[in-house]
């Protein structure tokens, strides 16, 4: 499985997949754009909407057709400005002249100068910063170079504008790169795209918890906080241990940070060990004590017949949950939870990552420099958080599994380390997870209706750049199940590609999944009602997502290696800008050639097998008949 | 002899003992089975055994513990998992059993005891009783036992203490006798005599082998010459030698000495574009030119058709062998670690200390050279001559690699085994001193075939489809290299071999299978099999893993009709003409005075008349050659002045690796299968192995067997009907010749999970288990949450319950519920 991972993600091996026929291989010279075109859907529509569109020049229509240059444009995405002759500084290829499009969602350029169109098709959503770089060169022109968030920044120049009362079409796009900065509406909000499949409906917390058999005798649903007042951040519906009461939650709530209390995340179906999350103990320097919360935690234990211990996992290193407390966080002290054993698991926090990722952007684009990849890639630490993270996950499910322990797992607000354990956890334990709908309900559960600040982290069409609340928090959690699928490449039903869209998605504010930062806000902005759901377009076409070489494991828990030395860098995901990384073979097609080899023989097989069938039947009825025909069929298969 | 666990003493004074019982029973166990269900090779005996021992299985054996029996014979350390089937007492004996490593591949033992590790040599002594025994071997295995407490204490230390004095890491003559225990009795010696040769494999050892090369390449021009068949020439070239046809044998013999150790330049293989490619050993500078001479030379410098010739060096960017066996030695000690030292790199060390072995920046290195030769010869008509001072190392690299990129037939694995035959073994590269088997030339050593076996790794894994042998053959391959039991690595050319063999009345070189069983009495000297002939070293079960079930995408079409070159004559210049020769040195195209000693100095006639015309049209032509490389690098579409892909088909594209950073792998199955820390999580987990797809593929193969075996049923005439749908399937998979490999076209044996042929129904086999399915797994059995998967015993033994496909369906079974744990 060397390289058939990293294979189905890329842009040009993606390509082949679906139309598998030679100018998949010959056509890659957009491949490094058709990353981002398959980040529209592949029946958008197109002309009509150009010709209902703004208010554009008859000239500049007249350009659109005569090169018949046109981006596909989405519903109710519209051209906002273009100019010719601007020059892409690619830098794998060199400089490129050519046309830019600047539409309510995307940045679409093609080149001009060359005999095989160059064409760099991008969501606006994954610009993260537009610097001018003034008029560096000495011809008067301006240059300007867009840092983008997902691992990549683009170049672009052109000659000063002589009416100096035009804006540059830069400044146009930094007005829709960053809507919310200027004003304006997410382009998910307009986007009416209408799919097959509705993703609204994938995840129902009740069903949800049905299927994992809550409600049952110790553990209940509650309705505490179904007008989020008890935790705004935390889901309307959630489970908790049948012995103690809504009043005895309130408080128990007050004594976590955000009041984000335990609740259940997953439940074992044999040992009924649990997966509870949280956020940390307002402790304090004084060390606070919480009766109620100690009870609640001892009703955790106790909701779980096969273990006399509980297991509280804080995510942080050791340091950093002590310096809460000067916060007035900290951790469970073990004199105050009797039975508990307290285990940090010295992952750091979102400034971390956020710098490892800087770093790793650093290392990986646009050059590699070969003599000192390694150490390069290990300077950047970025493998070693995924480490941690994964270890830390392993031995979540491993206490559940193995120890049939039920765990506590926490970190300081309970939204973003304790998520990516949770959910990976989730994942190792309980085969469900790991098909394409599983996943989603993982997300929809653990991530988004627990609470994960996707705006925050993510900065949705903001312009503001160095707020220090983003993070690549998610980016790290589908990185380590990138590295699951790795490892046990036959145990889940999605593929790599499944993974790259999501991440795409994530930034491309075509969606309205990943808006906003709690279940609450996205009720209050009516997200559903008024934004279209990934998984509407991924469920619409699954075949693009499914693995093929799935086996269902449902009952089998993964228990993943976790040394540095099994780790890889995603290369799928951080090099495929890099042409040079393109794979080598589509491996992944041959895997579906087989599939397909092995269900037409499986028919053959089926179809001589009844023919033998019937016809030992009736030879042998004839052979009654006449028995001096005594040629009777070899009799294996009667 | 052992009182007790605290005893300690001196594994010396056990020797003669030792040596006294191995005489006693040499010979007579021939053929037997040990009471606790040791097939033994004929004349093989064993030392000692200890009870109720579980040994730690790796990754790719799919973790956890299997108990049984451990052995120590004077041969190999073998060990019996205690539900093993009976093995069958006719079959070929197997050198090694699937959990066995030989006495001679051992590097080191370590044991563990309650407090403490101890490395155990032959002369230390125990004072705790261990319990775990770890060894080390030279191949990168680490093998670990863990004694129970239901194991004996004298059987602990007694087998320890034997496994540390028998095999002798570094006494003189441990070798041959490491040989004589494995080959040395009557029984064995008569066994191999009748080995048969592989005849689907060029040897290249007599001229009509080299004669088939030159036919399957297209190579005219060209003819075989026997003038060094009594090494008189060359001592360390082979016996046949393939020069172009113009030269005669007479004028040829002038030539040898303007060469170091007379390695003259030689055709190795012809691209079928009409390139060809020549290896040679660097020119002796210090000696006169007769015009005569230089004119041979030129003649067989420029081989037969060309007007062209580039002269590639490859001393300047490749690593030397000193380099390499320093890198191997680093990544040696960073892959096993050490528990005895308890050294071992931190995880958070590992990519950096990884980088400094440099043993990756070489691989690249071989590699990034192999693509430019690759490139240079696709530009078709010209000659590109390896040179290295003396031609025997970095020559073999990376004329095999050229080879391995452009050639599909070296990519299964007769092509490979009958490549490595031309370029290494015969073309004498110094198997015997770079292995440095007797431990006694220290200085010679670098596993220089090893950094090939790993530069061919890195191309299967970026394109395993392009492939029809496997990583697991390779990893044979590697393993074989450390037993000093085979002809193919124990000389440093063709003339040592030779010699070995004449002295053994050539009776048992594997080469001629020739029995002459007088001559055997000499009981130092055994007669030594090829490495090729792999069923004297594996079970099947690990052979039939060599090769790719189905075949690659591109359909391994041989080059035997391929010459694209239609007419080499065209493009080629008059025989009296010496066309241009360039050096290809860092990337760069350049025409130094020097090149070629006779051109230079006096007999400067060459230089006015041709030198300039070269340099001025040509350079430009050969670098636009090796940017095509540079540029194969982005897809194709974005550089236009390159010419249009071949498409993926085109089976004469060379395969160019990426050499990038990122695309560069650590060969872990080899590498790291060892390494202890990777194991430290006691849970049974995953391993890539055996690739889905090849489990899937091994389906595929299944149902066409039933196929077979079903249309056998429906009609009682066989001949007619019955090939009918058995062809059309094939047909879509395999090409033209290939289907020996393939799909064997005996009919196989029923394959372990096809249904019995009495079944009414097919599905069947989606039942339980077949009875016979080795139950050697028991180990795992109470981790029934666990996911098994890439457990390779336990999924040959029940594959379809994983994979079973529901019928007419090209999805796999979602709700099917096949669990694999019970």
Known sequence: MEKSGSVDSLGSKRSSSRQPSVDSLSSTSTSRSDRSAQAKPPFAMSSDSVAASAELSPEFRQVLRDSDKEPQLLPNETVQDYAQDVTYFCPFIGALRGTVIVTNYRLFFRSMDRELPFVLDMPLGVVSRVEKIGSASNRGDVSYGLVCKDIRNLRFAHKQMEDTLRKSIFEVLVKFAFPVSNGLQIFAFEYGQVFPENGWKVYDALSEYKRQGIPNESWRITKVNDHYEVCDTYPSTLAVPVNIPDEELKRVAAFRAKGRMPVLSWIHPESQATVTRCSQPMVGVNGKRSKEDEKYLQAIMDANAQSHKLFIFDARPSVNAAANKMKGGGYESEDAYQNAELVFLDIHNIHVMRESLRKLKDVVYPNIEDSHWLSNLESTHWLEHIKLILAGALRIADKVESGKTSVVVHCSDGWDRTGQLTSLAMLMLDGYYRTIYGFEVLLEKEWLSFGHRFQLRIGHGDKNHTDADRSPVFIQFIDCVWQLTRQFPAAFEFNEYFLVTILDHLYSCLFGTFLCNSEQQRLKEEIPKRTVSVWSYINSQLEEFTNPLYVNYSNHVLFPVVSLRHLELWVGYYIRWNPRMRPQEPVHQRHKELLAKRAELQKRVDELQREVTNRSASSLSEHAGSPTRSITPVQTFV | ?822
Not at chain 2, 77 to 98: E, H, I, T, Y
Not at chain 2, 341 to 362: C, I, Q
Not at chain 2, 709 to 733: C, F, H, I, W, Y
């Open chain 2, 1 to 822: 002899m052992l009182t007790g666990s605290k005893t300690t003493f001196k594994v010396r004074q056990m020797l003669p003992d030792i040596k006294e019982r191995m005489l006693s029973q040499s010979g007579v166990t021939a053929r037997s089975r040990d009471v606790f269900g040791l097939r033994c090779l004929p004349g093989e005996c064993v030392l000692q055994r200890a009870v109720m021992v579980r040994k730690k299985l790796s990754a790719r054996e799919g973790r956890g513990w299997v108990s049984g029996t451990l052995f120590c014979t004077h041969f190999r350390v073998a060990f019996v998992p205690q539900d093993s089937p009976k093995p069958d007492d006719n079959a070929d004996p197997v050198l090694l059993g699937d959990h066995d490593v030989a006495l001679a591949s051992i590097e080191k033992v370590v044991v563990v005891g309650p407090n403490r590790t101890k490395l155990v040599t032959p002369n230390s002594s125990l004072k705790f009783t261990p319990e775990e025994l770890v060894l080390y071997c030279k191949d990168l295995q680490v093998i670990c036992f863990l004694f129970d407490r239901l194991t004996p204490d004298a059987q602990v230390i007694e087998i320890t203490y034997t496994i540390a004095k028998t095999y002798q890491p570094l006494k003189p003559g441990s070798v041959l006798s490491f040989q004589n225990a494995a080959l040395g009795s009557v029984e064995m010696k008569q066994f191999l005599s009748n080995r048969r040769r592989n005849t689907h494999m060029n040897w290249f050892e007599s001229a009509s082998d080299w004669e088939q090369e030159l036919e399957r390449c297209g190579a005219t021009g060209w003819r075989v010459s026997s003038v060094n068949d009594r090494f008189e020439m060359s001592t360390s070239l082979p016996r046949s030698i393939v020069v172009p046809q113009k030269v005669f044998d007479t004028e040829l013999k002038k030539s040898f000495a303007h060469f170091n150790e007379g390695r003259i330049p030689r055709w190795c293989w012809r691209h079928p574009r009409g390139s060809d490619l020549l290896r040679m050993a660097s020119f002796q500078n210090n000696i006169y030119h007769e015009k005569d001479d230089i004119r041979n030379l030129e003649m067989i410098l420029f081989g037969c058709q060309s007007s062209l010739c580039v002269v590639v060096e490859l001393g300047e960017e490749l690593p030397s062998p000193a380099d390499i066996q320093l890198a191997h030695g680093r990544l040696r000690a960073l892959s096993l670690g050490d528990i005895s030292t308890s050294v071992s790199v931190p995880d958070d060390k590992w990519l950096s200390t990884l980088e400094s072995t440099r043993w990756l920046d070489y691989t690249r290195a071989c590699l990034r050279k192999a693509s430019e030769v690759a490139c240079l010869l696709r530009g078709g008509h010209l000659t590109v001559a390896l040179q290295e001072a003396d031609d025997r190392d970095m020559g073999c690299v990376v004329s095999s690699l050229v080879q391995v990129m452009c050639d599909p037939h070296c990519r299964t694995q007769h092509g490979f085994q009958s490549l490595v035959q031309k370029e290494w073994v015969m073309a004498g590269h110094r198997f015997y001193s770079r292995i440095n088997y007797h431990r006694d030339n220290d200085k010679e050593e670098a596993p220089v075939f090893l950094l090939f076996l790993d530069c061919v790794w890195q191309l299967l894994s970026q394109n395993p489809s392009r492939f029809q042998l496997t990583d697991d053959f390779l990893l044979a391959l590697h393993d074989s290299i450390h037993l000093p039991l085979f002809s193919s690595f124990l000389a440093n050319c063709q003339r040592e071999r030779c010699k070995r063999s004449q002295n053994l009345g050539q009776s048992y070189t594997p080469v001629n299978g020739w029995r002459d069983m007088e001559s055997s009495s000499d009981p130092s000297d055994p007669p030594l099999p090829s490495v090729w002939d792999w069923s004297l070293q594996y079970s099947k079960h690990r052979r039939d893993r060599f090769t790719q079930p189905v075949p690659p995408i591109p359909p391994l079409q041989p080059l035997l009709n391929g010459n694209l070159n239609t007419n080499p004559d065209t493009h080629r210049l008059t025989d009296s003409t010496p066309g241009s020769v360039f050096l290809l040195s860092r990337g760069v195209f350049s025409c130094p005075a020097n090149l070629l000693p006779w051109r230079s100095g006096s007999s400067g006639v060459y230089k006015k008349s041709h030198r300039r015309a070269a340099s001025s049209e040509n350079v430009p032509g050969l670098e636009r050659l090796l940017k095509a490389w540079a540029l194969a690098e982005f897809p194709q579409g974005l550089t236009r002045s390159t010419p249009a892909p071949q498409g993926p088909l085109d089976p004469y594209e060379p395969l160019l690796p990426l050499l990038m950073g990122p695309c560069m792998g650590l060969w872990k199955e080899c590498y790291l299968r060892g390494a202890l820390h990777a194991q430290a999580f006691s849970h049974p987990v995953s391993a890539n192995h055996p690739h889905p797809v090849e489990r899937l593929a091994r389906e595929v193969q299944q149902l066409e067997d039933q196929l077979a075996q079903v249309s056998t049923g429906t009609d009682p005439r066989p001949p007619t009907k019955m090939a009918e749908p058995r062809r059309a399937d094939t047909n879509l998979n395999q090409n033209t010749n290939n289907g020996t490999f393939l799909f064997p076209a005996a009919p196989r044996p029923a394959p372990r999970a096809a249904p019995p042929p009495t079944s009414t129904n097919h599905q069947t086999s989606r039942g339980p288990p077949p009875a016979s399915a080795p139950p050697s797994r028991l180990g795992h059995k109470d981790n029934k949450h666990t996911f098994l998967f890439g457990h390779p015993p336990g999924a040959e033994a029940r594959p379809d319950q994983r994979y079973y496909p529901a019928p007419n369906s090209a999805k796999p079974p979602k709700g099917s519920g096949s669990s694999i744990a019970s």
